[in-house]
Nanobody, 125 residues
Framework: QVQLVESGGGLVQAGDSLRLSCAAS????????MGWFRQAPGKEREFVAA????????YYVNSVKGRFTISRDNAKNTVYLQMNSLQPEDTAVYYC??????????????????WGQGTQVTVSS
């Protein structure tokens, strides 16, 4: 079973930064693309960012381009999300997942349907 543990969230002011971490279990981490998703109250869970198996290719939803950076350390089985210039609209619970990334259609989805507990990000105005 996939085990994912997100951390690093918190309460910040607009314009501040946070760095989220996702620790993943299993020996196949380095063979899979990883992604970050978020869900605000009353809204659907949405894709935020993805990174391919070796960290050389990334993909972001338009609303976070230029502000968020996804990265990974395969030796640590960890994926990160550096979030800069945070806005109140970024407030949500953030989740990571092993993903299937269809580059032809620009679609990213949870590969196994497993999620971690999520980490809360709250941005005040």
């Amino acid at each position: 079973q996939v085990q994912l543990v997100e951390s690093g969230g918190g309460l910040v002011q607009a314009g501040d930064s946070l760095r989220l971490s996702c620790a993943a279990s299993g020996p196949t981490f380095s063979n899979n693309a990883m992604g970050w998703f978020r869900q605000a109250p009353g809204k659907e869970r949405e894709f935020v960012a993805a990174i391919n198996w070796n960290g050389e290719d990334t993909y972001y939803v338009n609303s976070v381009k230029g502000r968020f950076t996804i990265s990974r350390d395969n030796a640590k089985n960890t994926v990160y999300l550096q979030m800069n210039s945070l806005q109140p609209e970024d407030t949500a619970v953030y989740y990571c997942a092993v993903v299937l990334w269809n580059r032809d259609y620009g679609l990213v989805r949870n590969k196994y349907g497993y999620w971690g507990q999520g980490t809360q990000v709250t941005v005040s105005s």
